[in-house]
């Protein structure tokens, strides 16, 4: 949350140094954050099945704005299904 009030807060003039002297165009306004936490097969209780950890980051986000927060095992299977989306289009 730190990093995105720096953002918003320095937004405008990191836009205009990087549109002058980039030639780039980029809308601070609309930056997110994903932090990415343990792994749930790898909890260190065995009670804790994977549905209630799922179920509990989904409850947190809920509540969040502009960050989300996965499990290592979310974004291993969403690069598994991007990857397997490319090979499917070739």
């Not at 405008?12 to 002058?20: D, K, L, Q, V």
Request: aromatic residues 8%; hydrophobic residues 40%.
């Amino acid at each position: 949350m730190n990093y995105l009030r720096g953002i918003d807060e320095l937004g405008a003039a990191m836009a205009t140094y990087h549109r002058n002297e980039l030639g780039l165009e980029y809308d601070y306004r609309r930056a997110r954050g994903t932090v990415i936490i343990g792994h749930p097969e790898l909890s260190e209780t065995d009670d804790v099945m994977r549905e209630q950890i799922e179920q509990t980051i989904r409850s947190y986000n809920a509540h969040l704005s502009r960050v989300q927060v996965i499990t290592f095992a979310d974004l291993i299977d969403s690069a598994d299904r991007a990857l397997r989306f490319e090979a499917e289009e070739l």
